[in-house]
């Protein structure tokens, strides 16, 4: 074996230079109190093997590379076969780790997990939070060690995203490019809105949240309202939880009943009932449920009244027919008592004669 060292010029290179022509791994160990402690050797040095180079540590020592900068050309291979889990320290705190899951039942999903230090000043071996993982599926989970879907999140908190150069956030939800419900957050108007994204083509807003609390259903727009829809309701019960002129004023005492004829003309100078909203005016800005129900009662509880009255007036001219005919049945009876004695006298008469 020969060992030289020397200076290499006119290079920069100082070298340590071991020759042997052993065919076991060969190369410098470091030795204390009568035993090696760790070394560096190239395998199979005289028939020309592949070359590998070993850095070792006896004992669970650690091999340590000290310096501002190290910077390696070619693949880095980190394999601790000995445990189920092999890991990169990362940082001063001992848990501060990226691991890959090496064990047979894939407690992480037989992938890449990583590991933090949520109090670093404790310093202790089971202080950690296991916060993410990879698993050899391609799923992603955050919160949680068994990522179920491609991205599987679990624990309070947000997602954020943005696109870049814009006041606007997407987030895509859906099986295909082509057919997601996209949820975004748009700064520019403090709107929070799903959009439909039905074969690439974003359809219109299915559902807006205004900063304000507003709702909008296929309308950005809800025109000052809580909830505005752009298109048909189907419930199977709605209640207007309160409403303060309910019309029972249409039964009290001093309530102004139009008379027909003024309904009749009224119908006929403008076209629709009083107090009831033209056609024109419901194109132009619609109405509301509550307020035409309300009036909608009046005028049925009018028609109540109408018809109540009419009832009324049928029972007296009933009553006066009653009394007609009883009369004319008088005047029939009376009318066939006349005709007996008129007979009676006619036949007095003709024995006169």
Do not use: C
């Not at 890449?112 to 916060?131: E, G, H």
């Amino acid at each position: 074996m020969e060992l030289d060292i020397k200076y290499e010029s006119p290079s920069w290179k100082d070298q340590i230079l071991v020759k042997g022509n052993l065919d076991s791994p060969y190369g410098i160990a470091f030795v204390g109190n009568g035993h090696h402690r760790g070394g560096l050797y190239a395998e199979n040095l005289a028939t020309g093997g592949d070359g590998n180079i070993t850095l070792w540590a006896r004992n669970n020592g650690r091999i340590i590379l000290d310096g501002k900068r190290t910077d390696l050309k070619g693949n880095l291979k980190l394999d601790y076969a000995a445990s189920e889990h092999t890991s990169i320290q990362l940082g001063h705190d001992i848990n501060d780790r990226i691991f890959a899951d090496n064990s047979g039942a894939k407690h992480y999903g037989g992938g890449m997990f990583f590991r933090v230090t949520p109090d670093p000043a404790l310093n202790i071996a089971n202080n950690y939070l296991d916060v993410m993982m990879l698993t050899d599926k391609g799923n992603v989970g955050i919160g949680t060690g068994k990522a179920k879907a491609k991205l599987h999140v679990e624990g309070t908190g947000y997602i954020a995203t943005k696109i870049i150069g814009t006041t606007a956030a997407d987030l895509h939800l859906g099986v295909k490019d082509k057919d997601q419900l996209i949820l975004r957050r748009d700064n520019n108007d403090a709107h929070f809105f799903f959009l439909d994204n039905t074969g690439g083509v974003k359809q219109g807003n299915v559902l807006v949240l205004g900063n304000n609390g507003d709702i909008g259903i296929g309308t950005r727009n809800t025109h000052g309202f809580k909830l505005g829809v752009n298109g048909k309701i189907a419930a199977t019960e709605v209640k207007v939880a309160t409403y303060a002129n309910w019309p029972d004023f249409v039964f009290k005492k001093d309530y102004n009943l139009q008379s027909l004829q003024e309904v009749e003309n009224q119908i006929k100078e403008n076209g629709h009932l009083a107090n009831i909203p033209s056609a024109a005016k419901v194109k132009k800005g619609g109405f509301f449920l509550g307020e035409m129900d309300a009036k909608l009662l009046q005028k049925i509880e009018e028609l109540t009244l109408y018809t109540i009255q009419q009832e009324k007036d049928l029972k007296k001219q009933e009553e006066r027919a009653k009394k007609q005919d009883t009369k004319v049945e008088n005047l029939e009876k009376e009318n066939e008592v006349l005709k007996d004695r008129l007979s009676k006298i006619e036949e007095l008469l003709k024995k006169l004669k």
